[in-house]
Nanobody
C-alpha cells in the first residue's frame, strides 16, 4: 500500500489549505485513512481519520470545527480541508492507512505511511 500527500504550503494565519492523499496498492475492502501532524521536536499526533467508504470521521480537539476529512473509496483519494489555520498548525502532515478497523485514535494502528507534506502558518 502506498500513499502520497500533496497540497501543503505556506499560508497566513486565518487562511485555508486542502491536503490530498492518494492511496494505491492492495488495500482491504475496508480501511481507514488518517491524517497526522508532526511539529518540530514533537511527537506525531493524529488530527483526523475516516473510514475508506467515507464514514465515521473523527477529529482531534485541536482541529475540530476547523477541519473536514473526506475520502472517495472509488478513486482512493482523500482530502483534509483546514480552515482558520493557526501558527500551532505548522508541521509536517502525513496521511496513513490502517487496514481493517481502526479503533485506536492514535498513530499505532497505521502501518502504511506517506512521505508527508509541510504546512507552515505564519
Amino acid at each position: 500500500v502506498q500513499l502520497v500527500e500533496s497540497g501543503g504550503g505556506s499560508v497566513q494565519a486565518g487562511g485555508s489549505l486542502t491536503l490530498s492523499c492518494a492511496v494505491s496498492g492492495n488495500t482491504n475492502n475496508r480501511y481507514c485513512v488518517g491524517w497526522f501532524r508532526q511539529a518540530q521536536a514533537k511527537e506525531r499526533e493524529i488530527v483526523a481519520r475516516i473510514y475508506s467508504r467515507g464514514g465515521f470521521p473523527r477529529y482531534s480537539d485541536s482541529v475540530k470545527g476547523r477541519s473536514t476529512i473526506s475520502h472517495d473509496d472509488a478513486q482512493k483519494m482523500g482530502t483534509l480541508q483546514m480552515n482558520d489555520l493557526r501558527i500551532e498548525d505548522t508541521g509536517a502532515y502525513f496521511c496513513a492507512a490502517c487496514l481493517g478497523r481502526c479503533y485506536d485514535f492514535s498513530p499505532a494502528p497505521y502501518k502504511f505511511w506517506g512521505q508527508g507534506t509541510q504546512v507552515t502558518v505564519s
